[in-house]
């Protein structure tokens, strides 16, 4: 089993940047697909962005692309999600994932969450 510890959320205005980092830790932490959600009050957990175990291959929702960048640190079994111009539609609980069905990953093949970090974007 993979432990996931999201850090980094907190609150930002429109425009702004934020940066979460999601340490793995656990059997097999370093070669597998790791993924971001997030989850907005009264929503269901969506899909943001995901990466392959080497970094070489990245996927991203279309709501984000152009303005989040998933990257990963493998010496430090670390993804991170660099977010820029953040809107207040961004505002949600975003979730670390890995051991995924597929990539990118759908919400029902996932295995493994992080706790979440919350992220608010005022207007």
């Known amino acids: 089993q993979v432990q996931l510890l999201e850090s980094g959320g907190g609150l930002v205005q429109a425009g702004g940047s934020l940066r979460l980092s999601c340490a793995a830790s656990g059997r097999s932490a370093l070669r597998i697909a790791m993924a971001w959600f997030r989850q907005a009050p009264g929503t269901e957990r969506e899909f943001v962005a995901a990466v392959n175990w080497s970094g070489s291959s990245r996927y991203y929702a279309d709501s984000v692309k152009g303005r989040f960048t998933i990257s990963r640190d493998n010496y430090k079994n670390t993804v991170y999600l660099q977010m820029n111009s953040l809107k207040p539609e961004d505002t949600a609980v975003y979730y670390c994932?890995?051991?995924?069905?597929?990539?990118?990953?759908?919400?029902?093949?996932?295995?493994?969450w992080g706790k979440g970090t919350q992220v608010t974007v005022s207007s």
């Open positions: 994932a890995t051991d995924l069905h597929s990539i990118p990953p759908t919400a029902s093949g996932v295995n493994s």
